[in-house]
């Protein structure tokens, strides 16, 4: 997903107004890093949204299966 990331012009008072504030948006780690961090607050911008919380999702490439072992410490 490209998400242009520009500098978020709204006030502090006004970003519990958008929706993005309160829920946890789900992103994948590339997405994250382009997030822009704010100065003032524990936040990210994403786009013109501003985000608090995150899920970081991604694509599983591979399992690795491996046998059950026990090791005993004396």
């Known amino acids: ?3 242009e990331n520009r500098p978020n ?3 502090v008072s006004t970003w519990g107004l958008d ?3 309160w829920t946890s948006a ?3 780690v590339g997405d994250l890093h382009a997030a822009l961090p704010s100065d003032s ?3 990210f911008f994403i786009g ?3 985000v608090r919380t995150v ?3 991604g694509i599983v490439v591979s399992v690795d299966t491996r046998s059950p072992k026990l090791t005993v410490y004396n």
């Open 55 to 57: 899920q970081v999702v």
């Open 1 to 3: 997903m490209n998400i």
């Open 26 to 28: 789900k992103l994948f």
């Open 19 to 21: 929706p993005m504030f």
């Open 9 to 11: 012009t709204k006030p």
């Open 48 to 50: 013109t949204h501003v």
């Open 41 to 43: 607050a524990s936040v």
